[in-house]
C-alpha cells in the first residue's frame, strides 16, 4: 500500500509531511464534492493533481512513460466528470418559457425542440383550455388558441394533494404557473410530467 501511495498518489511521493497534510486535506475536500455535487464534480477535483503532476513529470523527463498512461487516464476522467457535471447541472436548472412560446417551437420544428425541452424542468405560464374530467384525473390543459391541436398536457403527481385540490378547483380560462418535466412533444400536443404550481 505504501508503495503504490509513493508511486502514483501526488502529495505521498516524496514522504515529506506537509506534502502529504495538504494531499489528504485535498482527497477529502474531493470526497466531499462527491456528496454535494456528484460524481462529476468528484472526478473533476479528484484527477486535477494526476493531470497537473503528469504533464510535470512529462515536461522534466520523469518517468514520461507512466506519467503519460496517468495522463491519458486523467484527461479521460476528467473530460467524463465535466459531462456528467453538464448533465446534472442541466437537469436542476429550470427554463423559464410562455404556453405561446413552446407552442410555437414544437409547431415549427419538434426536433428542435425536443432538443430544447425535452428531460428539462421548465416553468410555463399560459391559460387553462381545458379542466380534469374528475377530481382524481390531475391533468389541465394549457392552450393559447395560436396553434390549434398543439396543445400542452400539464400532468400532476396524485400524491401532491395540496396541487390536485388546486386542479380540482381550476376554471377554463384561468391563467397559471406550473413547473414540471417537459417529456417532449410533437406537431399534436406537448406534455409535462410530474407538474407542480408555482
Known amino acids: 500500500m505504501k508503495n503504490i501511495l509513493k508511486r502514483y498518489i501526488p502529495g505521498f511521493k516524496t514522504n515529506m509531511k506537509w506534502k502529504k497534510i495538504i494531499a489528504i486535506i485535498y482527497y477529502i ?5 462527491f456528496f454535494t455535487g456528484g460524481l462529476g464534480a468528484f472526478l473533476i477535483t479528484i484527477t486535477l493533481p494526476f493531470i497537473i503532476f503528469s504533464i510535470i513529470s512529462i515536461i522534466m523527463n520523469e518517468n514520461r512513460k507512466k506519467a503519460l498512461i496517468i ?3 486523467g484527461v479521460f476522467l476528467f473530460v467524463g466528470g465535466l459531462e456528467e457535471y453538464r448533465i446534472l447541472t442541466s437537469s436542476l436548472q429550470v427554463i423559464n418559457v410562455s404556453a405561446y412560446d413552446l407552442q410555437k417551437a414544437y409547431k415549427s420544428n419538434e426536433s428542435k425542440a425536443n ?12 391559460t387553462i383550455s381545458e379542466t380534469p374530467t374528475t377530481e ?11 396553434f390549434p391541436n398543439v396543445d400542452v398536457l400539464c400532468s400532476f403527481n396524485s400524491g401532491h394533494m395540496t396541487d390536485m385540490n388546486k ?7 384561468d391563467t397559471v404557473t406550473i413547473q414540471g418535466i417537459c417529456e417532449g412533444g410533437d406537431s399534436m400536443g406537448i406534455t409535462i410530467d410530474d407538474c407542480e404550481f408555482k
Open 71 to 73: 495522463l491519458i487516464c
Open 115 to 126: 432538443i430544447i425541452y425535452k428531460n428539462k424542468k421548465i416553468k410555463i405560464n399560459g
Open 167 to 173: 386542479v380540482a378547483n381550476m376554471k377554463k380560462g
Open 136 to 146: 382524481f384525473d390531475g391533468m389541465l390543459t394549457i392552450s393559447t388558441g395560436a
Open 29 to 33: 475536500y474531493s470526497l466531499l464534492r
